[in-house]
């Protein structure tokens, strides 16, 4: 079984910074697509942004494109986001996602990642 711990969430004002860690378990991660979701009040759980398993890849939802970064570590089995000039729309639980089957570029549908971390909490003050 593959797990997904995030770390990084918190309390920002608007025009404020934070990143995203997701660290995962095992060795399969290295084959593994990764995505960023986010899921606010009320709300569906929607992609923020994705990367292929080598990092050569990406993408972004529109409403974070210029202002959000994934990257990824695979020796270290690590997924970031990295969030700059946040905006109160941002708030919401960030959840880290990894796909079952190796050497995917990225998909955009939660369906069609297999594994999820717990979630972190981004709360953007206005």
């Known amino acids: 079984q593959v797990q997904l711990v995030e770390s990084g969430g918190g309390l920002v004002q608007a025009g404020g910074s934070l990143r995203l860690s997701c660290v995962a378990s095992g060795r399969t991660f290295s084959t593994s697509a990764m995505g960023w979701f986010r899921q606010a009040p009320g709300k569906e759980r929607d992609i923020v942004a994705a990367i292929s398993w080598s990092g050569g890849s990406t993408y972004y939802a529109d409403s974070v494109k210029g202002r959000f970064t994934i990257s990824r570590d695979n020796a270290k089995n690590t997924v970031y986001l990295k969030m700059n000039s946040l905006k109160p729309e941002d708030t919401a639980v960030y959840y880290c996602?990894?796909?079952?089957?190796?050497?995917?570029?990225?998909?955009?549908?939660?369906?069609?990642?297999?594994?999820w971390g717990q979630g972190t909490q981004v709360t953007v003050s206005s």
């Open positions: 996602a990894g796909e079952s089957t190796p050497f995917r570029r990225w998909d955009v549908s939660s369906s069609e990642y297999d594994y």
